[in-house]
């Protein structure tokens, strides 16, 4: 009977440590797509080595995938065929370049722990091993109720962004301007969802009609980073909508099997409407493309300063730049323009930014003096407007 018992006890020793093995299948396309999303997220230098890597999670017929830098966190769900559940995580870059290699059309088997207790992946004849750390040691940054839940159009808030992301400023000093500052407003009988970025510099304000559930949003600032990520995201989804829900510290977007979750800026944007020109009374109005790309020619000579000068006069526009060691460079342009001539130098980058947002054919500029700030917009949409301070040159 001794031996009997003993012989039980070792048997549930051994079930007790035994190792739990993942494994799953999965295509390569879709989990190149998958990798490229989550890996998008991870700082390629971390301090804290588990913020390097991806967490895996296999589990009833498919894989969670999740990645954070411990502002941002994005969570996609693929399927795969699921042979043991289990989760770990591992290097994200590593694994995306490793699968990125692969074949076109192959499947991709992957094993966690295989025999030196790390992450197999194994496609075809290559097999490949990497080094992992335990998910006890992932940090989560979602999970908590954000009140306000309303759903948008994707290709509405592609167009949001779009017009406004890159007026966002990048300096860490001014870190309340480093985002979208995203609220309800009422704009006379209308509501709308408006979107206002600044750097000091210019602004670019948009808005779109106010969807089902949001009109209780006050104000909050989206970081530039998260913008940019959901961005690229959206241009990924085959979804007509996607859902956005907020809280006071915090935002979530969420289509098809991707939700990210990012904190928001702790600052008070500036009271935007003031810097916005009402009484800008000296219209021009300019073909659109003809203007970039002569803005785009005459920027050749000024390198570093880019500083060019936008000369208004009756019936036409001279765009001109000078460079003291290179030489000079004028381009005059047919224009709807009937008040005193105003020359005003601005930085040709940003007026570029602004033109490539203007999808009518004319845009319109309205001045009120060489150093007082430009309202621009396009002349069939007002849906968006755009302010750019001038340059001294």
């Given at each position: 009977v001794g031996s009997e018992m003993c012989i039980r006890d070792r048997d549930k020793d051994k079930s007790f440590f035994r190792i739990k093995i993942m494994k799953f299948t999965i295509e390569r396309a879709h989990l190149l797509k998958t990798l490229s999303h989550v890996q998008s997220i991870v700082e390629k230098r971390n301090t804290i080595p588990v913020l390097s890597n991806v967490r895996i999670e296999a589990k009833s017929g498919s894989i969670n995938f999740k990645a954070t830098d411990m502002d941002i966190e994005i969570t996609e769900i693929v399927e795969a065929k699921v042979i043991e559940e289990g989760a770990t995580t591992a290097p994200a870059h590593m694994l995306y370049d490793i699968v990125r290699k692969l074949s076109d059309g192959s499947d991709v088997e992957i094993t966690y722990p295989d025999d030196k207790n790390a992450l197999s992946i194994a496609s075809g004849r290559s097999k490949f091993s990497l080094s992992t750390i335990g998910v006890e040691d992932f940090p989560i940054i979602s999970g908590d109720d954000l009140p306000i839940n309303f759903d948008i159009s994707r290709d509405e808030l592609k167009t949001l962004i779009d017009r406004t992301q890159f007026s966002a400023s990048v300096e860490e000093a001014r870190y309340y301007l480093n985002g979208l500052y995203v609220h309800a407003k009422n704009e006379g009988d209308a509501k709308v969802l408006r979107v206002v970025a600044t750097d000091g510099h210019r602004l670019a304000?948009?808005?779109?009609p106010l969807p089902d559930g949001a009109e209780k949003l006050e104000g909050v600032i989206i970081p530039r980073k998260s913008v940019l990520e959901i961005r690229k995201l959206l241009d990924d989804a085959s979804t007509d909508n996607v859902t956005m829900a907020l809280s006071e510290n915090k935002v979530r977007i969420s289509f098809e099997d991707i939700t990210l979750t990012s904190k928001l800026i702790d600052g008070t944007f500036p009271d935007y409407e003031r810097v916005i020109p009402t009484d800008n009374d000296k219209i021009l109005e300019v073909n659109v493309k003809e203007l970039a790309a002569a803005v785009d020619r005459v920027s050749v000579v000024t390198e570093r300063s880019r500083g060019i000068r936008m000369i208004t006069d009756t019936n036409h526009v001279t765009i001109a730049a000078s460079n003291a060691e290179l030489g000079n460079a004028t381009e005059e342009l047919e224009a709807k323009y009937d008040k005193e001539s105003i020359?005003?130098?601005?930085?040709?980058?940003?007026?570029?930014?602004?033109?490539?947002?203007?999808?009518?054919?004319?845009?319109r500029f309205s001045l009120s003096g060489s150093a007082a700030a430009t309202v621009i917009n396009d002349t069939s949409d007002n849906s968006a407007i755009y302010v750019l301070m001038p340059m001294r040159i």
């Open positions: 304000c948009a808005e779109s020359d005003t130098g601005y930085n040709f980058r940003y007026l570029l930014d602004i033109l490539a947002q203007i999808k009518g054919e004319e845009v």
